[in-house]
């Protein structure tokens, strides 16, 4: 294997030359396991760790490998390396940190394509499939809707369930599939090329380690049965991890119970562009769409024009933006005041001691 195939490019091996890293092994991390890492060279994967200044000098989880990250290495043992360096990240996916105010969670990173996979069983839902489109356009990632287990149900089913997606969300290629019969596995692997990353997301069960296997052709992920009393696969993925095939590269992830909003509007602005474009030709500039006068929104949703679900949507996951940045905001005062609190009792013990 050529370490293009891993997704190495041009720009990525000019920032080796130029940062003196050419003494240094290439490799991408393929799994992260607390402070143990697995990472793919050329020719070998090697259980790697931090080097003591990596790892004392990062301000924060960002200047830490995740999974997709390309890094610097070298092997000090058979099958043991050290990770001296994190090369600059092309894109990265992340999320509002479970029942953590103001942080992310780092889901992946270098990624090309995001993978949307919802079933048609009692996993599809319109309003989550937008919130992936919201945080794949916030990390400038191209998303693909997979819907999955289409054998579940009538092609008329299918067809109807395929338009109400189409008539909120524009722009986004629709693959079904099923993984029993292989209906659409094609299609996908037409999507796919090598040397790019895709992401897969999804909730737990919706069948993405079985895909996974599908596209690989062999069973290089545990998948579980389905369960009856709860009509979808069990969970089975329990960390993220990198699989290298011919037909790309695919990270596989746990199922997300939460998919929370950042503090980035750029993301919301793209997956609800009609909503953006449309505040534009509001009358007034501050206008809040609930009781103004020429306010544009307001008008759309009373002729049908805007779909009232997905407007709500968009609320709810404005008013999660908002919130994070007050999260953020609130945190950086309480350290700011914290710093303070430390200055001023150095600066009192120096003049107690004297």
Same mark, same amino acid.
């Given at each position: 294997?050529?370490?293009?195939?891993?997704? #190495?490019?041009?720009?990525?091996?000019?920032?080796?030359?130029?940062?003196?890293?050419?003494?240094?092994?290439?490799?991408?991390?393929?799994?992260?396991?607390?402070?143990?890492?697995?990472?793919?060279?050329?020719?070998?994967?090697?259980?790697?760790?931090?080097?003591?200044?990596?790892?004392?000098?990062?301000?924060? $989880?960002?200047? &830490?490998?995740?999974?997709?990250?390309?890094?610097?290495?070298?092997?000090?043992?058979?099958? $043991?390396?050290?990770?001296?360096?994190?090369?600059?990240?092309?894109?990265?996916?992340?999320?509002?940190?479970?029942?953590?105010?103001?942080?992310?969670?780092?889901?992946?990173?270098?990624?090309?394509?995001?993978?949307?996979?919802?079933?048609?069983?009692?996993?599809?839902? &319109?309003?989550?499939?937008?919130?992936?489109?919201?945080? =794949?356009?916030?990390?400038?990632?191209?998303?693909?809707?997979?819907?999955?287990?289409?054998?579940?149900?009538?092609?008329?089913?299918?067809?109807?369930?395929?338009?109400?997606?189409?008539? $909120?969300?524009?722009?986004?290629?629709?693959?079904?599939?099923?993984?029993?019969?292989?209906?659409?596995?094609?299609?996908?692997?037409?999507? &796919?090329?090598?040397?790019?990353?895709? =992401?897969?997301?999804?909730?737990?069960?919706?069948?993405?380690?079985?895909?996974?296997?599908?596209?690989?052709?062999?069973?290089?992920?545990?998948?579980?049965?389905?369960?009856?009393?709860?009509?979808?696969?069990?969970?089975?993925?329990?960390?993220?991890?990198?699989?290298?095939?011919?037909?790309?590269?695919?990270?596989?992830?746990?199922?997300?119970?939460?998919?929370?909003?950042?503090?980035?509007?750029?993301?919301?602005?793209?997956?609800?562009?009609?909503?953006?474009?449309?505040?534009?030709?509001?009358? #007034?500039?501050?206008?809040?769409?609930?009781?103004?006068?020429? =306010?544009?929104?307001?008008?759309?949703?009373?002729?049908?024009?805007?779909?009232?679900?997905?407007?709500?949507?968009?609320?709810?996951?404005?008013?999660?933006?908002?919130?994070?940045?007050?999260?953020?905001?609130?945190?950086?005062?309480?350290?700011?005041?914290?710093?303070?609190?430390?200055?001023?009792?150095?600066?009192?013990?120096?003049?107690?001691?004297?």
């Amino acid at each position: 294997m050529v370490i293009n195939t891993l997704g #190495f490019t041009k720009q990525l091996e000019t920032y080796r030359l130029e940062h003196q890293l050419a003494s240094f092994e290439v490799a991408r991390v393929i799994s992260e396991h607390k402070d143990r890492y697995i990472v793919k060279t050329e020719s070998n994967e090697l259980e790697a760790e931090l080097i003591g200044n990596l790892r004392f000098t990062a301000e924060n $989880r960002y200047d &830490l490998p995740a999974v997709g990250d390309w890094v610097a290495i070298n092997e000090y043992d058979e099958g $043991r390396a050290l990770i001296h360096s994190v090369y600059p990240r092309t894109s990265m996916l992340e999320r509002k940190a479970i029942d953590k105010l103001g942080k992310t969670q780092i889901i992946a990173t270098n990624i090309d394509y995001g993978l949307i996979v919802q079933s048609v069983n009692r996993d599809f839902n &319109l309003n989550r499939i937008e919130r992936y489109l919201t945080i =794949c356009n916030s990390a400038n990632i191209k998303p693909i809707i997979i819907i999955s287990k289409i054998d579940l149900i009538e092609t008329s089913e299918l067809n109807e369930l395929i338009d109400k997606i189409k008539e $909120r969300i524009k722009n986004v290629s629709i693959i079904a599939i099923s993984n029993e019969s292989q209906q659409g596995i094609d299609k996908i692997k037409k999507e &796919l090329s090598k040397g790019k990353t895709y =992401c897969l997301l999804g909730s737990s069960g919706v069948g993405k380690s079985t895909l996974i296997n599908n596209l690989v052709g062999d069973t290089v992920m545990n998948t579980g049965e389905i369960s009856e009393s709860i009509d979808r696969g069990k969970h089975v993925t329990t960390h993220r991890e990198l699989i290298v095939s011919e037909n790309g590269i695919l990270i596989d992830n746990p199922g997300m119970r939460e998919v929370g909003i950042t503090n980035d509007s750029e993301g919301l602005e793209l997956t609800f562009n009609k909503i953006t474009n449309l505040s534009n030709d509001c009358k #007034f500039n501050n206008c809040s769409h609930t009781n103004e006068k020429g =306010c544009a929104i307001k008008k759309a949703l009373e002729n049908g024009a805007l779909d009232n679900d997905s407007y709500v949507n968009f609320q709810k996951m404005e008013r999660e933006r908002q919130f994070f940045d007050s999260s953020i905001e609130e945190r950086k005062k309480k350290d700011k005041d914290l710093g303070k609190l430390i200055k001023n009792v150095v600066k009192q013990r120096k003049k107690d001691k004297y």
